[in-house]
């Protein structure tokens, strides 16, 4: 059992794959052998130990999913240098504050845009002296201390003879060496950097393997396609460590607009996504159907409710049969066998967390035999605390604890007030440079307090109600969770995206970004003329149609759960508006105070 990821590292060699990594290089996919990425990344280690970086220094990671992020992790963990993954979404402020607040000493970055952040703080950074550079050197470091990558990687070469030695330095790391710095995304305050050790995530891994194999049934070619970024420790863990500790090949994805072709490509069998993901594919097929005429929105209407019925037998690792079974073998043929070859037919096992996923959605997964299985996890703990089990999946949980117990005590448990807490092997040690908050997040016993609220079934599947922090108290006294509710209007083929607004307010309210391409496709049914969405919105008659679907939705919910007003959005929100965290999380505080003036309209008296 493997206990430092500088042990799972070398482990994984045995493996010897031709592609144990993958990326895009001139159009095509460029693979590196394990004997070629063990050359590389040991190279690196020389390098940077000549250079004079030492155990328990930090260096960042500012770039796109790419070979040299992994290199770079890697020559980290054995070296026991501590890695400071950045989001490469972030602003040159944050980006900033994250550099000065670890006290990196190096950061790799990318030519351009990244290199870009760095150069604008340099005053603020007193403790970085090297900036490794990808993609070429800058025109202009403006007095940073550059290095090119290639630059270093020769270097590294030069030291080849040395490369045993590597091995060594590897062989002393230990699972309580602090591995990494993870900054949490941030969606009040500013983020702390979560301390995560060498046997924080080792143990995640063995752990979550354990639960997991059965239905992953991994082979000697298997492809996983790695599309979060490697900054978001569920990529990191589940889509990088678990894949290397397999023998999966992992191949990067060009970006979420190139996903569609890249399933093509790469074909994979693993795919681990946030749910936003397989929301998108989902609702191409839903628009392709349902805005081509009668007869197809029926075949598509159909073939949902085939869906529907057949995965109350593939949730329990059984096949239907009779006419369920025949009708489930005709919807194939139509139209799941179509979709299941969009995402290069191989696909088998998928992982998603971070959100709820849509029970319909999940429903028209499994039955296409792309089977969804759903977890649940922090940034502090590895991340991952639950998953599902084959033959025991059920929508709307998130699986059983991946643990029982630990050292005597129940790995994972209800608070009084509902809130999950966890101790395991997996838990930060705190976070960094910050005492008090890791406090706050501690109680008496030593548990770990998530902030989720959930609750356990008789089988001891969980399930995520809401944020602590998030619920809403309207001046009646009702605490309200508001991500339920914003999931059941998404679940609406015309709304993208839904923010539940009503904290001391007499009644609920929400924020609706609607779903373009069917709005647009109702207004030119209704001939209802517009220039742009912006223009679109502004008509009644379409503000009347949003809200009957939200009526059509507050239908099954209690009065004080109904959502009385909405305005409508012409922007989605996304995580380069600032409005999203890289991990596609509601900021909901900045996202309130940015919408502040909307909101207010929607409480106005006579509003």
């Known amino acids: 059992m493997v206990q430092t990821i500088a042990e799972l590292f070398y482990e994984s060699l045995k493996f010897d794959l031709p592609d144990a990594l993958a990326?895009?290089?001139?159009?095509?996919?460029?693979?590196?052998?394990?004997?070629?990425?063990?050359?590389?990344?040991?190279?690196?280690?020389?390098?940077?130990?000549?250079?004079?970086?030492?155990?328990?220094?930090?260096?960042?990671?500012?770039?796109?999913?790419?070979?040299?992020?992994?290199?770079?992790?890697?020559?980290?963990?054995?070296?026991?240098?501590?890695?400071?993954?950045?989001?490469?979404?972030?602003?040159?402020?944050?980006?900033?504050?994250?550099?000065?607040?670890?006290?990196?000493?190096?950061?790799?970055?990318?030519?351009?845009?990244?290199?870009?952040?760095?150069?604008?703080?340099?005053?603020r950074l007193p403790e970085l002296e090297t900036v490794v550079v990808l993609d070429g050197m800058p025109p202009e470091p403006h007095g940073l201390n550059c290095l090119a990558?290639?630059?270093?990687?020769?270097?590294?070469?030069?030291?080849?003879?040395?490369?045993?030695?590597?091995?060594?330095?590897?062989?002393?790391?230990?699972?309580?060496?602090?591995?990494?710095?993870?900054?949490?995304?941030?969606?009040?305050?500013?983020?702390?950097?979560?301390?995560?050790?060498?046997?924080?995530?080792?143990?995640?891994?063995?752990?979550?393997?354990?639960?997991?194999?059965?239905?992953?049934?991994?082979?000697?070619?298997?492809?996983?396609?790695?599309?979060?970024?490697?900054?978001?420790?569920?990529?990191?863990?589940?889509?990088?460590?678990?894949?290397?500790?397999?023998?999966?090949?992992?191949?990067?994805?060009?970006?979420?607009?190139?996903?569609?072709?890249?399933?093509?490509?790469?074909?994979?069998?693993?795919?681990?996504?946030?749910?936003?993901?397989?929301?998108?594919?989902?609702?191409?097929?839903?628009?392709?159907?349902?805005?081509?005429?009668?007869?197809?929105?029926?075949?598509?209407?159909?073939?949902?409710?085939?869906?529907?019925?057949?995965?109350?037998?593939?949730?329990?690792?059984?096949?239907?049969g009779g006419l369920t079974n025949l009708a489930w073998r005709l919807a194939d043929r139509i139209l799941l066998s179509k979709v299941r070859d969009k995402t290069g037919g191989r696909l088998r096992f998928c992982v998603t967390g971070g959100a709820g996923i849509n029970p319909t959605i999940m429903e028209f997964f499994w039955a296409m035999g792309v089977p969804i299985y759903e977890g649940y996890g922090l940034t502090e703990t590895s991340p991952i605390l639950t998953l599902n089990k084959i033959g025991r999946v059920r929508p709307g949980y998130v699986g059983h604890p991946i643990l029982k117990t630990w050292n005597g005590r129940p790995f994972l448990k209800l608070g009084p007030d509902g809130e999950i807490l966890c101790q395991g092997p997996n838990v930060m040690r705190g976070y960094w440079k910050n005492e008090e908050a890791t406090k706050e997040v501690f109680d008496a016993e030593g548990y770990f307090c998530t902030g989720d609220v959930g609750e356990i079934d008789p089988q001891g599947r969980v399930k995520i109600t809401d944020r602590k922090k998030e619920i809403i108290v309207t001046n009646g006294g009702k605490n309200v969770a508001p991500q339920p509710i914003e999931n059941a209007l998404r679940d609406d083929p015309y709304i993208e995206q839904a923010i539940v607004v009503g904290d001391q307010r007499n009644h609920l309210a929400a924020l609706i970004v609607p779903h373009f391409p069917a709005l647009r496709d109702w207004c030119q049914r209704k001939q209802l003329p517009f220039k742009d969405d912006a223009e679109m919105l502004a008509n009644p008659k379409v503000y009347a149609k949003i809200m009957t679907r939200v009526n059509h939705t507050n239908s099954h919910l209690p009065a004080y759960e109904r959502v009385r007003k909405i305005a409508l959005l012409d922007k989605e929100l996304t995580p380069e508006s600032g409005l999203l965290t890289p991990s596609l999380k509601l900021k909901r505080r900045i996202v309130n105070e940015a919408f502040k003036d909307i909101i207010e309209g929607l409480y106005r008296a006579n509003a």
């Open 149 to 320: 990558w290639d630059t270093l990687m020769a270097e590294g070469e030069a030291l080849d003879a040395r490369r045993p030695e590597v091995r060594a330095w590897a062989a002393q790391r230990v699972p309580d060496d602090l591995l990494t710095l993870i900054y949490t995304s941030g969606t009040t305050g500013d983020p702390k950097g979560a301390m995560l050790s060498q046997g924080n995530l080792a143990s995640n891994i063995v752990a979550v393997v354990e639960v997991a194999i059965v239905a992953l049934r991994p082979e000697r070619g298997d492809r996983c396609l790695s599309v979060l970024p490697l900054s978001h420790i569920f990529e990191r863990t589940a889509g990088h460590y678990t894949m290397f500790h397999l023998g999966i090949a992992v191949y990067y994805a060009e970006s979420l607009i190139s996903l569609p072709q890249n399933l093509l490509e790469v074909q994979p069998a693993v795919l681990m996504a946030v749910p936003r993901i397989f929301e998108k594919i989902y609702a191409k097929v839903r628009d392709a159907l349902t805005s081509g005429g009668l007869a197809k929105r029926m075949v598509f209407s159909w073939a949902r409710s085939t869906c529907h019925r057949v995965v109350r037998y593939l949730y329990f690792d059984k096949q239907p």
């Open 23 to 123: 990326s895009k290089v001139d159009g095509a996919y460029r693979p590196i052998s394990h004997l070629e990425l063990q050359a590389k990344v040991e190279r690196l280690c020389l390098a940077m130990d000549a250079r004079g970086l030492r155990k328990g220094d930090r260096v960042g990671i500012l770039c796109d999913n790419r070979p040299a992020w992994a290199i770079m992790d890697f020559a980290c963990s054995l070296l026991g240098v501590v890695s400071v993954p950045i989001y490469h979404t972030l602003t040159a402020e944050q980006t900033s504050y994250i550099l000065q607040h670890s006290g990196s000493r190096w950061i790799l970055t990318s030519n351009g845009a990244q290199f870009n952040k760095i150069k604008a703080s340099t005053s």
